[in-house]
């Protein structure tokens, strides 16, 4: 059994020689241990520290390409390099290496393809009440849309096994955590959070620049998500709201009419017959977005068997 361990990279030549001194080269359960780097377009020497701090590869971009996409990047490659299980870490020692094996357990148990890390927020000195309290909500909205029990979301910490990591597709350019867990609960992936420990700060977010920034990217993100993967249902219901409000709209033209004052309220005729017509069409976007998006379930099961045959030879049935 190999074990790949991956960190994303930007601009991290100060801070990720800690990181690498805490990773394990033994974890239980495992013949082969290895490091993955994944320099995602540094303007330092990023690449030369991993690799003289003992890294086993290294991924380089020559532009930086984001978060999500380095991650993807980096499981693309631990799967080529034969890995059975793939755990992610961040680059800045948020993370407490030693609880590697916590994650890695359950899926050599056999209980999940797929493991959170979830820290313990409320005692996170470095986290704001603000920070606390917006990481419990976007968590709270992650398991309403994906279905599944993860306390801690946004945590980065996580081990998948190599059949889950095939199936995973990332579209928003911000970050990975939140849609990979509403894929997992969707494609039926089996998901399990684990509690980990922290260390102290080594740097300032990348993510969280400030809080209204925060918040607005956090909203954007969860908004997108939730329209490429609940699309039927968003679309519905907008347009459901839409043509409610016009019937309603409709109803007191048509009391106004027979009440004899129907001349006067000709405005709300029109604006009936508006929005009417804009939550029709919006329905019928609907069931349009729903037919998408089964076109993307079947071209992400194409996809995922033709990873299988290129990095495995196995032809499924």
């Excluded at 357990?105 to 917006?134: H, N, T």
């Excluded at 016009?246 to 009391?255: D, H, M, P």
């Amino acid at each position: 059994m190999k074990l790949i361990i991956q960190i994303p990279c930007y601009n991290e030549a100060d801070v990720l020689p800690v990181t690498l001194k805490e990773l394990p080269r033994e974890v239980a359960g495992f013949s082969s241990v290895m490091w993955l780097v994944i320099n995602d377009g540094s303007t330092d020497n990023t690449a030369e520290v991993a690799k003289r701090h003992g890294a086993d590869h290294i991924i380089s971009f020559t532009k930086n390409q984001g978060l999500a996409k380095g991650f993807i990047a980096g499981l693309d490659a631990c799967i080529r390099l034969g890995a059975d299980v793939i755990v992610n870490t961040d680059a800045d020692n948020q993370y407490r290496a030693a609880d590697i094996p916590l994650l890695t357990a359950p899926i050599l148990a056999g209980k999940a393809d797929v493991v959170i890390g979830a820290r313990p927020i409320d005692e996170i000195e470095s986290f704001s009440l603000i920070k606390k309290m917006l990481q419990k909500i976007g968590s709270a909205a992650v398991r309403f849309l994906s279905k599944t029990n993860i306390p801690d979301a946004p945590s980065g910490f996580r081990a998948m096994s190599r059949e889950a990591a095939m199936r995973f597709n990332v579209f928003n350019d911000y970050t990975y955590t939140l849609e990979t867990i509403i894929q997992a609960g969707q494609k039926n992936i089996a998901i399990m959070s684990v509690p980990v420990r922290v260390n102290g700060v080594l740097r300032a977010s990348r993510l969280v620049k400030s809080i209204p920034s925060y918040i607005k990217l956090s909203l954007v993100t969860l908004i997108r998500i939730f329209v490429v993967y609940k699309a039927f249902r968003f679309f519905m219901s907008v347009g459901l709201l839409v043509f409610s409000a016009g019937f309603v709209v409709g109803l007191r033209f048509i009391y106004f009419y027979f009440a004899g004052a129907g001349s006067g309220h000709i405005q709300s005729l029109i604006l009936s017959s508006i929005l009417l017509g804009i939550g029709f069409q919006t329905m019928l976007t609907a069931f349009l977005a729903d037919l998408l998006a089964v076109n993307r379930r079947l071209m992400e099961e194409v996809q995922y068997r033709v990873k299988a045959m290129e990095y495995t030879g196995v032809h499924l049935p």
